[in-house]
């Protein structure tokens, strides 16, 4: 079941890992634009 919902992702043409990354460059780029904006 794993293996075939991997794969259904993967067809999507996203996987988990690019999913999470690009989450947390979201996050961090917030962060950054958060502390620039009261610096």
Known sequence: ???V???HII???ISLD???KSL???ENL???IK???FA
């Open 11 to 13: 067809v999507k043409g």
């Open 1 to 3: 079941m794993i293996q």
């Open 30 to 32: 917030n962060l950054a």
């Open 24 to 26: 947390e460059a979201i």
């Open 35 to 37: 502390y620039n904006h």
């Open 18 to 20: 690019d999913l999470g």
């Open 5 to 7: 919902m991997h794969q």
